[in-house]
């Protein structure tokens, strides 16, 4: 147990839905980020999220959002979906600013599948 | 456009080899190299990391080695072991920070599969 929580682990729906992954950050990390793993795809970074602000934000879709909350978990939301959104969605935490590698935690994804 | 590649999506070798996964990268604003391991149905563990003002790390059967002229690194581990087949991805951070931003780019990780 990597101390980062996600779910759902599973989700199908159907096209033109949306849905809302959630992300608990392990205890004392302040930021959050979110990556897509679609298949053959490395790790694409989406977007971080430091204290319940916005801080860095990667090839995240206009029909993506998300937002941290002051308990620092954090939702991702995806709305309109079409079938090349199916992939895998990671959440990870770390607590920035610190010296060295800044290791990211990475909880172990929601898988989407998209019909 | 990627900036941090594996170029090998798979590698297969005998337990007790050595295993050697490389990586290239293109930004010379990156500061600090992770390698992270994935196995089926759980999220990236992180394995070593490498500053960019080193050419070196070790960790065990696990060594690292940058190559900052070449835009190059690699995962050394010696001796493989079944239990290290698993998807490996390497990472690179940008160094310029903002306020706690910070985010790593990963490639397309490479498939190690260990023989016994």
């Known amino acids: 147990d990597s101390g980062v929580t996600q779910t759902p682990k599973h989700l199908i729906t159907a096209t033109g839905q949306r849905v809302t992954l959630r992300c608990s950050p392990r205890?004392?990390?302040?930021?959050v980020y979110w990556y897509q793993q679609s298949l053959d795809q490395g790790l694409q970074f989406l977007i971080q999220y430091y204290n319940g602000e916005e801080r860095a934000k990667g090839n995240i879709l206009e029909r993506f959002s998300a937002q941290q909350f002051p308990d620092l978990h954090s939702e991702l939301n995806l709305s309109s979906l079409e079938l090349g959104d199916s992939a895998l969605y990671f959440c990870?935490?770390?607590?920035?600013?610190?010296?060295?590698?800044?290791?990211?935690?990475f909880g172990a994804g929601s898988r989407l599948t998209v019909l | 456009d990627q900036q941090v590649k594996q170029n090998s999506p798979s590698l297969s070798v005998q337990e007790g080899r050595i295993s050697i996964l490389n990586c290239d990268y293109t930004?010379?604003?990156?500061?600090?190299f992770l390698w992270y391991k994935k196995y089926p149905a759980e999220g990236p563990t992180f394995l070593i990391s490498i500053s960019s003002i080193k050419d070196k790390n070790e960790d065990g059967r696990f060594t690292v080695f940058l190559n900052k002229s070449a835009k190059h690194l690699s995962l050394h581990i010696v001796p493989s072991q079944p239990g290290d087949s698993a998807v490996y991805f390497c990472a690179a951070r940008s160094r310029v920070f903002q306020g706690g931003s910070e985010k790593l780019v990963f490639g397309k990780g490479m498939k190690l599969t260990v023989n016994p």
């Open positions: 930004n010379s604003m990156f500061d600090y």
């Open positions: 990870a935490s770390s607590l920035p600013g610190q010296s060295g590698a800044n290791v990211l935690t």
């Open positions: 205890s004392g990390d302040l930021s």
